[in-house]
């Protein structure tokens, strides 16, 4: 391992002696420093705007919305008090089952075309 770091050392010695010292160490990093702003752009600011889009979904939950956990339950809100962490879901009908799980487990608010069409075909 030893060898491998001094031949390193020497490979990057040799760049810069070969560009002529300091004055081009930025034009070295150019090419690294475009990956990471790629990089952010493609993969860090798609993933935050989805977060803050889901945030603001599970912040305008109401009653009587059809909605998927994060564990694929899918259920109808009964109760979702603005500023509470819990939300009251109704996953029974029948049985009028109800099931408490918190807001930041819902993963999406389901339409009303979307629930009847899952209906249709199971």
């Known amino acids: 391992m030893v060898a491998a770091t001094s031949w390193l050392e020497s490979g990057f010695l040799i760049l810069l002696a070969q560009q002529g010292g300091?004055?081009?160490?930025?034009?070295?990093?150019?090419?690294?420093?475009?990956?990471?702003?790629?990089?952010?752009?493609?993969?860090?600011?798609?993933?935050?705007?989805?977060?803050?889009?889901?945030?603001?979904?599970?912040?305008?939950?109401?009653?009587?919305?059809?909605?998927?956990?994060?564990?694929?339950?899918?259920?109808?809100?009964?109760?979702?008090?603005?500023?509470?962490?819990?939300v009251t879901l109704r996953v029974d009908e029948a049985n009028n089952t109800r099931v408490e799980v918190l807001r930041g487990s819902i993963s999406r608010v389901l339409s009303d075309d979307k629930a009847d069409a899952g209906k249709t075909d199971g």
Not at 29 to 53: A, D, S
Not at 58 to 79: F, H, P, S
């Open 22 to 86: 300091q004055g081009n160490i930025l034009a070295m990093l150019m090419p690294i420093l475009l990956i990471g702003m790629l990089f952010y752009v493609l993969m860090i600011l798609p993933e935050k705007k989805k977060r803050t889009e889901i945030a603001r979904m599970q912040e305008a939950l109401k009653k009587n919305d059809r909605v998927v956990t994060i564990g694929g339950i899918l259920g109808v809100v009964v109760n979702a008090q603005s500023g509470s962490e819990k």
